[in-house]
């Protein structure tokens, strides 16, 4: 099984409706992360979350918000959906302890992603 | 700012072809330098990694050897194969607050 798993995959919606994406680990990390992807963009940071307590915005938080319903869950919704909204999602998650020179310490380990497309 | 520059893509090569994928990096302090490799339908792996100046990271038949006086992190591999085939990222993270920024991507097509 995978450790960084999305639901869904796909998902087609309409302007307006509210989407909620999930990401599930089994990694037993304590941080997780929202990112998406856009052709020529590279990855943009949407919001991340050090442990349950603590949520942060990332670059590219409007529009968007979270919950950590527990150390392995890590939500993104989109309250009302818009076009330009359409892109890919990732999630990922890391471990916050080993120090600078373990490898665990610094590798995002990413969930399959989950394609939106809003109409 | 912080930032990472990729050469465009999609770099198209015969099997068995020198790569080599540009990348280049402006950030205050020392940054460690990654590579995430994207197979199509997957998310993304880590491919290598450096932390300091003057490391080489190493996998797969990749290297890239972190070079501060260029503020480069350039990915080369001897002899790609069609497996190689992916969309490569060029990341870094500061230490100040452990974001990764990445680059935009290249696209790698490899014809047998």
């Known amino acids: 099984d995978a450790d960084v798993t999305q639901t869904p995959r796909n998902r087609i919606t309409k302007t307006g409706k509210r989407i909620m994406l999930e990401c599930s680990q089994t990694?037993?990390?304590?941080?997780m992360y929202w990112y998406r992807q856009d052709p020529g963009l590279g990855l943009r940071l949407i919001y991340y979350s050090f442990d349950v307590k603590d949520i942060n915005k990332g670059e590219i938080s409007d529009g968007y918000s979270v919950s950590r319903q527990a150390q392995a869950k890590f939500s993104l919704s989109l309250e009302s959906a818009i076009p330009n909204q359409t892109a890919l999602y990732f999630c990922a998650t890391r471990t916050g302890t080993g120090g600078m020179t373990s490898g665990a310490y610094n590798e995002q380990f990413f969930g399959p992603g989950t394609r939106l497309t809003v109409l | 700012g912080n930032s990472v520059t990729q050469m465009e893509g999609p770099v198209t090569l015969s099997e068995e072809a020198f790569l080599t994928i540009n990348c280049t990096y402006t950030?205050?302090?020392?940054?460690?330098l990654f590579w995430y490799v994207q197979y199509p339908g997957e998310g993304l792996q880590l491919l290598l990694k450096a932390t300091k100046a003057d490391d080489k990271g190493s996998n797969k038949g990749f290297e890239a050897t972190y070079r501060k006086e260029t503020t480069s992190f350039h990915l080369e591999k001897g002899s790609v194969q069609v497996s190689d085939s992916a969309v490569y990222f060029c990341?870094?993270?500061?230490?100040?607050?452990?974001?990764?920024?990445w680059g935009a991507g290249t696209k790698l097509i490899i014809k047998p």
């Open positions: 990694k037993g990390h304590d941080r």
């Open positions: 950030a205050t302090g020392y940054p460690s």
């Open positions: 990341a870094l993270r500061l230490d100040s607050n452990y974001q990764l920024i």
